[in-house]
Nanobody, 125 residues
């Protein structure tokens, strides 16, 4: 089992920045990748970004590319999401997820095995 705990959410004005963290514990040695997803009220869960530990490959949705950066510290079993130039449409609950199998990409929720509880990000206009 892998436990994931997110932190760093909050309220920020449009154009501002936030940094989310996700700390993993448990059977973390078997994690191949970690990712971030978000879900706004009344909308489906949406892929945001992912990082594959083995080769450091990163994946981004078009809506956040160039504004968000995913990074990780494998030794600390922690993944970060630096969010810059935030927009009101970025408002959502952000959840991190861990994948325990190699995939060619990690853009869909079905590729992940464990999920955190989420942290709220609210961007005011």
């Amino acid at each position: 089992q892998v436990q994931l705990v997110e932190s760093g959410g909050g309220l920020v004005q449009a154009g501002g920045s936030l940094r989310l963290s996700c700390a993993a514990s448990g059977r973390t040695f078997s994690n191949y990748a970690m990712g971030w997803f978000r879900q706004a009220p009344g909308k489906e869960r949406e892929f945001v970004a992912a990082i594959r530990w083995g080769d450091g490959s990163t994946f981004y949705s078009d809506s956040v590319k160039g504004r968000f950066t995913i990074s990780g510290d494998n030794a600390k079993n922690t993944v970060y999401l630096q969010m810059n130039s935030l927009k009101p449409e970025d408002t959502a609950v952000y959840s991190c997820a861990a994948a325990q199998y190699y995939r060619s990409n990690y853009r869909t929720g079905s590729k992940y095995d464990y999920w955190g509880q989420g942290t709220q990000v609210t961007v005011s206009s």
